[in-house]
């Protein structure tokens, strides 16, 4: 890990991979900016599931396992538990702890499901061999797909449809390509909690990494890059400084920056076309007035 954020840190290009945002203050961070005006996809995304879900539960039909991808405090996955009524909900992230105790107070309120905690890395290739044969629903909400390069997110449905052996399929949300200001504002909140979230990175990598950022010296810096229909996230350096860490240094002259997110946006045919080109069969979407999230479920 330590050589991998030193590695993107000396790179021409200075990159921190965003899964670095996501220490305990980071999760705290990202969980005040789903409640921001400014940040429509998740209230969005849950419009889109109050409004059709019991149209998505007839479309998925019967469900067995519920693999719910990137779960975090489960709450989700487990809204989903009345309409699918699956017999065992799989909580899969990269921390277990955060799960199993999330986990707890769910099997409590929903005995007859079995529930498992599962440590998973969505960047390397997912198996479940105790589960073959089995119809398995995967759900990967609030467009976390869209923090993947397009390439990844291929490989991730892939690796998906692969798993699924012709059955079940993916419940997931996207975020849409709309207006740059609504994107532009929702990554540049009037609070400045995103700014906050993408700075305290830095901290975290001052006590993985031991690296002597110093936040006054760096700024949050948000853009739509039309082009590649993303938004990109930035670190940038106020002023010429020199970064040091247990064994090395990086000079940073004043603009420089350090990527450290992106976050992609679809059209809807450029999503569909996604999941169908990944070996889905069948894709239906669910999307809100203003078009400005989806959701869709691919039936492998
Ligand atoms: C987690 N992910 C979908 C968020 C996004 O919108 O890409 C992370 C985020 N970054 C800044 N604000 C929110």
Redesign the pocket.
């Known amino acids: 890990m330590i050589d991998e954020i030193i590695a993107g840190l000396l790179q021409e290009q200075p990159s921190i991979s965003?899964k670095f945002?996501y220490d305990e203050i980071g999760s705290h961070l990202?969980e005040a900016?789903t409640f921001l005006e400014e940040?429509y996809?998740t209230r969005t995304e849950k419009q889109i599931m109050m409004q059709y879900g019991e149209a998505m539960a007839l479309v998925i039909g019967k469900c067995d396992v519920l693999l719910d991808l990137g779960a975090g405090n489960c709450e989700k996955g487990s809204a989903l538990f009345n309409s699918l009524m699956p017999k065992e909900y799989r909580a899969l992230d990269i921390s277990k702890e955060f799960l199993e105790q999330a986990i707890a107070s769910l099997q409590k309120e929903f005995p007859q499901i079995q529930m498992q905690a599962q440590t998973c890395d969505l960047q390397e290739e997912m198996v479940f061999p105790d589960l073959v044969g089995r119809k398995k629903i995967f759900f990967y909400p609030?467009?976390?797909i869209?923090?993947f390069d397009p390439d990844a997110a291929l490989g991730l449905f892939k690796n998906i449809v692969k798993v699924c052996e012709g059955n079940g399929g993916l419940l997931i949300g996207v975020?849409l390509v709309k207006e740059h200001k609504v994107l532009s504002r929702?990554?540049n909140d009037a609070l400045g909690i995103?700014e906050a979230?993408?700075k305290n990175i830095l901290l975290h990598l001052n006590r993985l990494v031991k690296t002597d950022f110093d936040l006054e010296h760096w700024e949050h810096y948000?853009i739509f890059n039309e082009q590649l229909a993303r938004?990109e996230?930035h670190l940038r350096s106020t002023q010429s400084q020199v970064v040091s860490w247990p064994g090395g240094q990086k000079h940073f002259d004043g603009g420089a920056l350090i990527h450290t997110?992106n976050?992609y946006k679809y059209t809807q045919e450029k999503f569909e076309s996604l999941l169908v080109g990944a070996g889905f069969k069948n894709v239906c979407s669910w999307t809100d007035p203003n078009r400005y999230f989806l959701v869709a479920y691919a039936s492998a």
């Open positions: 965003p945002f990202f900016i940040y996809p609030g467009s976390s869209g923090n975020d929702a990554y995103t979230f993408n948000a938004i996230m997110e976050s």
